[in-house]
């Protein structure tokens, strides 16, 4: 599978963007569907994650309550709605994809596929 994340841009604090994920060459309902970001000077963090159906989502602590991950398989593409930014949410946003014949699991880590990232840059 191939992801093209897009969306990201220049927001005041406060605001919100959509992120999107489109896969390729690859039904994505095949895959669990994730968010990650790496800020400048830190490690790359999991964010948020779907289950193949939708059925299941997980958010990290910090965007729990602000961002929202939701996928539509018949567009093949995967969003993350982030409302309430802040400064400190600035970062290059990835998507990433995991082969898995569950739906119900989510997992922050071990991710096979990933977008080239989007930038998302929050003024304070």
């Known amino acids: 599978v191939q992801l093209q994340a897009s969306g990201g841009g220049l927001v005041q604090a406060g605001g919100s963007l959509r992120l999107s994920c489109a896969a390729s060459?690859?039904?994505?309902?095949?895959?669990?569907m994730g968010w990650f970001r790496r800020a400048p000077g830190k490690e790359r963090e999991f964010v948020a994650g779907i289950s193949r159906s939708g059925f299941q989502t997980f958010h990290a602590e910090s965007v729990k309550g602000r961002f929202a991950i939701s996928r539509d398989n018949s567009k093949n593409t995967v969003y993350l709605q982030m409302n309430s930014l802040k400064p400190e949410d600035t970062a290059v946003y990835y998507c990433?994809?995991?082969?898995?014949?569950?739906?119900?699991?989510?997992?922050?880590?071990?991710?096979?596929?990933w977008g080239q990232g989007t930038q998302v840059t929050v003024s304070s």
């Open positions: 990433a994809a995991q082969r898995s014949f569950s739906d119900v699991r989510v997992p922050t880590r071990g991710y096979d596929y």
């Open positions: 060459r690859s039904p994505v309902s095949s895959y669990v």
